[in-house]
């Protein structure tokens, strides 16, 4: 039977599926207990830059800011990811330590996003050629909609998989895949609950149009986004029974 350190529950056991109320005890208290590091990180990676792109006025180099921003945040998710599943390991980081060392074990989380956002755009290019109102056109909707909802359940955890066990891209993907084997309706269900609860709040803050509040409403959704995106998918790694 392997035994890990537990926060927010009990411990989970080699032959035991991924619990998900024990997930979602452990990402809030991952939150809770590392809040400095994630707000630290995530105000000089998230904030402040989203911040700074919508207050430009120009969009002579918005493709390059919102690429920028984009980099940033998944910088910010791989150091993140590093750091919940160090404490959960045992070993809690301090919040300077939760910034320096997450950046240093980054790159392999940072590249696995990098391609995860290559296919999701890919299919967001061919969700363009969909005939818009028609029953073809909704189908392709449909398909693409639950392609990538099996794709999330699948290789939830991809990005804390990179980084703790420093794997490029689709060697990332094929472990992130192994260990979800058997745990994927939960990891589905994991997936639906992360996107229910962030797009109610992003159609609230989208309504409120512009102004300063609105912005500055924005980049602490951004923040918010972000460190649940990294939470989550990480306590997932760390909760896997067969992890080790």
């Known amino acids: 039977m392997i035994q890990e350190p537990d926060i927010g529950g009990r411990s989970s056991t080699a032959w035991a599926p991924l ?7 452990r990402t809030l208290a991952c939150f809770g207990l590392d809040f400095a590091g994630v707000v630290m990180s995530g105000f000089a990676l998230v904030t402040l830059p989203g911040i700074i792109a919508r207050s430009l006025e120009t969009d002579t180099y918005m493709t390059a800011v919102i690429t920028l921003r984009g980099v940033l945040a998944v910088i910010y998710v791989a150091l993140v990811s590093w750091g919940v599943v160090s404490r959960l390991s045992g070993r ?4 300077h330590v939760f910034l320096t ?3 240093a074990r980054a790159r392999p989380g940072v590249e696995t996003s990098l391609v995860a956002a290559a296919a999701v755009v890919a299919a967001l290019i061919v969700q363009l050629f969909a005939q818009h109102g028609t029953a073809e056109g909704w189908l392709l ?3 693409l909609l639950t392609a990538g909802l099996w794709a999330a359940s699948v290789v939830l955890p991809v990005v804390a998989v990179a980084v703790v066990e420093r794997l490029g891209p689709l060697a990332a993907m094929k472990r992130a895949a192994m260990l979800t084997v058997g745990h994927r309706n939960r990891t589905m269900a994991l997936v639906l609950l992360l996107g229910l609860t962030l797009a109610p709040v992003a159609a609230l803050i ?3 149009g512009g102004g300063s509040n609105a912005m500055l409403a924005a980049s602490l959704f951004d923040l918010f986004a972000c460190s649940l995106i990294a939470t989550m998918p990480a306590v997932v790694y760390a909760s896997l029974p067969d992890r080790n």
């Open 19 to 25: 619990d998900i109320a024990l997930v979602l005890r």
């Open 92 to 95: 809690a980081l301090p919040p």
């Open 101 to 103: 060392e997450g950046l």
């Open 141 to 143: 909707d449909v398909l």
């Open 206 to 208: 989208a309504g409120l």
